[in-house]
């Protein structure tokens, strides 16, 4: 079974998703997007097992201090294991995020290119459990030496984004050769689309995270734990 993992994308401070309302109109859930830890708080009654949080502002090189801030705040106030994707351009900002509590840093390919030594420093202090690296899908020959330099320097997880099932499927000797864990990334619209992930078995794959479609009450069950939630959710 696939460990799904909500992603919320974070821009000057507030979640830039909205849960859908089911029909109550007390816009409960369209209040949440301006408190992140609550938002957070929901999903985690919701079972999440872990959260990755998205800054935006950090990719278009924006002020984020508002997201840092945030970042602190939630940790602090929620129990839940946080990755971060963040578009890291200093070996400080590791640091900064290990400080506050990220569980797991998401970096680029081309960051862990031009800091390796630094990056293996910081995974033998940390672990190395502790860091993905993002990679969008390309040709096999240029996947595969890719998979080479990741898994010579220790890393054994990356996350995968853009791809569809064929993609996998080309990828599947490559994947189990190399024995890196794999995190998918967005790809998936409806409840048919992740049973048929589930069900396609992919060596490694064990983990997707899921952005606006998880908040478009398209799977099972969401609808009525929704409507409960609309209701008891001001004074939980």
């Known amino acids: 079974m696939i460990l799904i993992i909500p992603s919320i994308e974070l821009k000057n401070g507030i979640c830039c998703q909205k849960i859908n309302e089911i029909?109550?109109?007390?816009?409960?859930?369209?209040?949440?997007s301006e408190n992140p830890s609550r938002f957070i708080k929901l999903l985690r009654r919701e079972n999440a097992k872990s959260v990755c949080l998205i800054d935006s502002d950090s990719f278009d090189n924006s002020n984020n201090y508002d997201n840092w801030e945030v970042i602190e705040q939630i940790k602090l106030n929620t129990d839940i294991p946080i990755q971060l994707n963040y578009n890291f351009r200093s070996i400080d900002d590791l640091y900064k995020a290990k400080q506050i509590g990220i569980s797991r840093i998401i970096i680029s390919f081309q960051f862990f290119l031009?800091?390796?030594?630094?990056?293996?420093?910081?995974?033998?202090?940390?672990?190395?459990?502790?860091?993905?690296?993002?990679?969008?899908?390309?040709?096999?020959?240029?996947?595969?030496?890719?998979?080479?330099?990741?898994s010579k320097n220790n890393i054994y997880r990356i996350v995968l984004t853009p791809y569809n099932i064929n993609d996998l499927e080309s990828l599947y000797n490559l994947i189990s050769k190399y024995k890196i864990k794999i995190t998918l990334q967005d790809n998936i619209t409806s409840s048919k689309e992740l049973i048929n992930?589930?069900?396609?078995?992919?060596?490694?794959?064990?983990?997707?995270?899921?952005?606006?479609?998880?908040?478009?009450?398209?799977?099972?069950?969401?609808?009525?734990?929704r409507e409960i939630e609309e209701i008891l959710e001001p004074n939980i």
């Open 23 to 32: 029909g109550s109109g007390l816009e409960v859930f369209q209040n949440l």
């Open 114 to 150: 031009e800091n390796v030594i630094e990056i293996i420093e910081f995974g033998n202090k940390f672990g190395f459990s502790c860091i993905s690296i993002k990679l969008m899908f390309s040709k096999i020959l240029e996947f595969e030496n890719i998979l080479k330099i990741i």
């Open 197 to 225: 992930l589930n069900k396609s078995n992919f060596p490694n794959i064990d983990s997707l995270i899921l952005g606006e479609a998880l908040y478009q009450n398209v799977f099972p069950c969401q609808a009525i734990w």
